[in-house]
C-alpha cells in the first residue's frame, strides 16, 4: 500500500494544502526581504561626488572652527555633521522633523539638523554637542543632565541638552513652564521629563553660578 501524506492530496483546484502554505511562506518572506531591501536603500548615506558633479563649496564654523566642505546641494546638515566630519553626537533619529535628536544651535537659534540642508549653513555658526565641552571635561548642562539623571536610554538625551542650551542663551533663569516650552520639540521616549526639567532648571544655576 503506498504511503502519501495526506495533505498532499490535490483539492478541486488542482492546489495541494502544502503546495498552498509553500506558496504562500514564499511570497511572504519575498516581500519581508523587499521591504528590508527598500528601507536599507533608503537609509544609505549619499554616495560621494566630486566638484564636477555638482557639489559646492561652503564654509560652516562648527563648534567655533571654520570648515570648508565641498556638499552637494541634497545634503542635510545632519548628514555632513556625521559623515563628513565625524561629530556623532548629534543623532539620526526619525529624519524629518518631528523627534529632535538631531538638534544644533546655528546662530544661537536652536534647529533640527535633519531638516536643514547645508548649504543653508554656508556662512553660519553651528554649535553641536562636542562644542559645548570645556576641554575634557562636561559643559554646565552636560553635567547638569548627569547630576539629575536627566536620562534614561540617552538617545534623545544630545538633542534634549542642545534645547536647553539654546533656552538658556535666551532665558538664563527660566520658569519650568518656559522649560517645557523650551523642550517641546524634542521627545523622549523612556518619558523621563521630569528629570529633564529638573536638570534644565540645575544647569541654569550652574551657569548662573559661573557667570
Request: aromatic letters at 4%.
Amino acid at each position: 500500500m503506498d504511503s502519501h501524506d495526506p495533505h498532499d492530496t490535490p483539492h478541486d483546484a488542482g492546489v495541494s494544502r502544502r503546495g498552498f502554505l509553500t506558496s504562500v511562506s514564499t511570497g511572504a518572506i519575498g516581500v519581508v526581504s523587499a521591504a528590508h531591501l527598500a528601507a536599507s536603500t533608503a537609509n544609505e548615506a549619499p554616495p560621494d561626488m566630486t566638484a564636477a558633479d555638482g557639489q559646492r563649496a561652503v564654509t560652516i564654523t562648527v563648534n567655533g572652527e571654520a570648515r570648508r566642505l565641498s556638499v552637494e546641494p541634497r545634503w542635510s546638515l545632519l548628514f555632513v555633521l556625521r559623515e563628513r566630519l565625524g561629530l556623532t553626537a548629534t543623532k539620526t533619529s526619525c529624519e524629518r522633523g518631528e523627534c529632535g535628536a538631531c538638534t544644533v544651535l546655528i546662530d544661537g537659534e536652536t534647529r533640527y539638523a535633519c531638516m536643514t540642508l547645508a548649504v543653508e549653513a554656508d556662512g553660519h555658526a553651528v554649535t553641536t554637542l562636542e562644542g559645548l565641552m570645556q576641554g575634557e571635561a562636561l559643559g554646565p548642562v552636560q553635567r547638569a543632565f548627569a547630576e539629575e539623571d536627566g536620562l534614561q536610554c540617552g538617545f534623545c538625551t544630545p538633542g534634549q541638552i542642545m534645547a536647553v542650551e539654546g533656552l538658556l542663551q535666551k532665558t538664563p533663569a527660566p520658569t519650568i513652564d518656559e522649560v517645557r516650552e523650551g523642550v517641546s520639540g524634542n521627545l523622549c521616549r523612556c518619558g523621563t521629563y521630569a528629570h529633564i526639567f529638573k536638570a534644565a532648571q540645575r544647569a541654569a544655576e550652574l551657569k548662573g553660578a559661573r557667570s
